[in-house]
């Protein structure tokens, strides 16, 4: 062959390449903004290949209720987790489109509007966006949260039964023991002469224990060693702020792309055994009672999870399960410290409740008020801020408009949570009384409170939750008094979940 033809070929490689790469980085974008400007869906003009993201950056000043002082922050937080939509929203209102990157999405903080969407998409046909599978493969893979149609429904069939409340309480003396530790600690700090401690990293250290703990053991060095792997990648994801959504954004975070790929093969690679050797023992074996086990020992007919399955699972409950439950509790107990007369209101409760005895499932149903502060604490500073659907099919909503294949759907829970609108006056209050006579703490819409997700796909985990979020409230509120450190800097922000900025310094007196 000559050089010429050489040179030929290797130019209409190139070319075929760029026709690709202009066809799924433009053209193909292109085509969906216009069908969907055509549908009458309005947004912010985005530029490919980056989309709105420039614009999502940019710093911002928002008009928002001012704190009353450093020691009364503002519960008003919608504009400062998401400026970018707060002021979209006044120009588009409150259902609008835009890109990330390369990829379209609805964005929704209409209750009703989410309502019709639920009437014409059974749980099984939704999709997850699949930028965020791509980014959240290793955390995930194709566990509960990710997955879609018929598995789905295998996955949820299997799973569910697991988290059944008689199968729970299995798990509360080891809930007991981890946070007994955690204040233990605590008490030997304030003992030492210190008042103050930083709760959030501790409650998200003894929320990933007990995770572990309920979803595969971590009593034996196996276990031991992927609790700390799983940790390790959760550090490696979350120290690049990763423009997701952005063609080969991944490439310009090699480096932890390739720790994170390396850990969860090492993580799997010791799930695996796990499962291998808890499949051998023999069936006279009494079943372990963590997530797992329970797993296993369910999964006998031929819908079975595979081991594959079986191992993203685990690796689904731990990223899902810890951190959402661990920043529900931190800013519960920051609400707590605004609000001494819930404490004592709480500390009432619980006392009559256990009657002089220990923490068990009959005196977690009588902490009533507790579900309430939990709701509350769940509406201001929602851990998941947000809830996410793929359309997999063209879907018409409403008269003519037809949300086109491949829209990626965004729900703003933070946004419908403050939404005086829905809620009213108070909406930036603390006021658990508000959950008294109703489920949907008097929003004007069921929709509109949203911390757990909505129809099929609603949280798995949240008994689980509820059960960790009362153990550890109780156990916190017998022992301490709290109040907010004047070195506490007001500062919420969005790293997949919602979390305080700057951690949440907290002056403990001990009881
Ligand atoms: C306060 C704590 C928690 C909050 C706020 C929370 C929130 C959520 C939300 C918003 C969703 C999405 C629902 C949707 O797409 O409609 C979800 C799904 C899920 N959560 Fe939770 N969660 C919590 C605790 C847990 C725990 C403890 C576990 C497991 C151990 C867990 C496991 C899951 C799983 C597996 C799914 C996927 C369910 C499905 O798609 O079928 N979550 N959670």
């Known amino acids: 062959m000559s050089i010429a033809t050489l040179l030929f070929l290797l130019l209409l490689v190139l070319l075929v390449i760029a026709s690709v790469g202009a066809f799924i980085f433009l053209v193909s974008p292109g085509l969906t903004e216009w069908r969907l400007r055509k549908n009458g869906f309005t947004g912010p003009t985005p530029s490919f290949p980056l989309g709105n993201i420039l614009d999502m950056c940019k710093k911002e000043k928002m008009n928002r209720e001012p704190s009353q002082g450093p020691l009364q922050p503002s519960h008003d937080i919608h504009?400062?987790?998401?400026?970018?939509?707060?002021?979209?929203?006044?120009?588009?209102?409150?259902?609008?489109?835009?890109?990330?990157?390369?990829?379209?999405?609805?964005?929704?903080?209409?209750?009703?509007?989410?309502k019709n969407l639920s009437s014409v998409v059974a749980a099984k046909n939704w999709g997850k966006p699949t930028v965020f599978k791509r980014d959240r493969k290793p955390m995930f893979?194709?566990?509960?949260?990710?997955?879609?149609?018929?598995?789905?429904?295998?996955?949820?069939?299997?799973?569910?039964?697991?988290?059944?409340?008689?199968?729970?309480?299995?798990?509360?003396?080891?809930?007991?023991?981890?946070?007994?530790?955690?204040?233990?600690?605590w008490s030997a700090i304030t003992s030492a002469g210190a008042r103050e401690v930083d709760i959030e990293r501790d409650i998200i250290r003894n929320a990933s224990e007990i995770i572990a703990k309920a979803s595969f053991g971590i009593n034996n060095d196996e276990g031991k060693a992927v609790f700390e792997k799983l940790k390790a990648m959760q550090a490696a994801l979350f120290t690049s702020n990763r423009l997701v959504g952005v063609p080969f954004s991944k490439y310009l975070h090699?480096?932890?792309?390739?720790?994170?790929?390396?850990?969860?093969?090492?993580?799997?690679?010791?799930?695996?055994?796990?499962?291998?050797?808890?499949?051998?023992?023999?069936?006279?074996?009494?079943?372990?009672?963590?997530?797992?086990?329970?797993?296993?020992?369910?999964?006998?007919?031929?819908?079975?999870?595979?081991?594959?399955?079986?191992?993203?699972?685990?690796?689904?409950?731990?990223?899902?399960g810890h951190e959402t439950t661990a920043l529900a509790l931190t800013w519960t107990l920051f609400l707590l410290a605004l609000n001494p007369r819930w404490q004592t209101i709480l500390r009432e409760e619980i006392t009559e409740a256990m009657g002089g005895g220990d923490i068990n499932s009959n005196t977690l149903t009588k902490l009533t008020k507790m579900t309430w502060v939990m709701n509350e604490a769940l509406r201001l500073y929602s851990p998941a801020p947000n809830v996410q659907r793929q359309v997999r099919e063209d879907i018409r909503v409403g008269d003519n408009a037809v949300i086109p294949k491949g829209t990626n759907i965004w729900i703003d829970v933070v946004g419908m949570h403050h939404d005086r609108a829905l809620w009213g006056d108070d909406v930036n209050e603390f006021r658990p009384e508000r959950f008294q006579?109703?489920?949907?703490?008097?929003?004007?819409?069921?929709?509109?409170?949203?911390?757990?997700?909505?129809?099929?796909?609603?949280?798995?985990?949240?008994?689980?939750?509820?059960?960790?979020?009362?153990?550890?409230?109780?156990?916190?509120?017998?022992?301490?008094?709290?109040?907010?450190?004047?070195?506490?800097?007001?500062?919420?922000?969005?790293?997949?979940?919602?979390?305080?900025?700057?951690?949440?310094?907290?002056?403990?007196?001990?009881?």
Request: aromatic share 10%; glycine share 8%.
């Open 254 to 320: 090699a480096k932890e792309t390739l720790k994170t790929r390396r850990l969860g093969e090492e993580i799997d690679g010791l799930l695996f055994s796990i499962i291998e050797s808890r499949n051998n023992e023999r069936p006279s074996n009494a079943p372990q009672h963590d997530l797992l086990g329970l797993l296993i020992a369910g999964n006998q007919n031929s819908s079975r999870l595979t081991s594959r399955e079986l191992v993203d699972e685990c690796k689904t409950f731990f990223f899902g």
């Open 79 to 114: 504009s400062l987790v998401f400026p970018y939509f707060a002021r979209w929203c006044k120009s588009y209102g409150k259902v609008f489109i835009y890109w990330l990157g390369t990829e379209p999405f609805l964005y929704v903080a209409e209750p009703e509007y989410i």
């Open 141 to 185: 893979g194709d566990g509960l949260i990710m997955v879609e149609g018929d598995n789905w429904v295998r996955h949820r069939h299997i799973t569910t039964p697991a988290f059944s409340t008689s199968k729970l309480n299995a798990m509360i003396s080891s809930m007991v023991e981890s946070t007994s530790n955690m204040l233990g600690e």
């Open 437 to 511: 006579d109703s489920p949907y703490g008097g929003c004007k819409h069921r929709m509109g409170f949203l911390p757990f997700g909505f129809g099929g796909r609603v949280c798995v985990g949240r008994n689980l939750s509820m059960m960790e979020y009362k153990i550890v409230l109780s156990l916190v509120l017998q022992r301490f008094s709290l109040s907010l450190s004047p070195n506490y800097n007001h500062s919420p922000s969005i790293m997949l979940s919602l979390r305080p900025s700057n951690g949440m310094p907290l002056i403990l007196e001990p009881l």
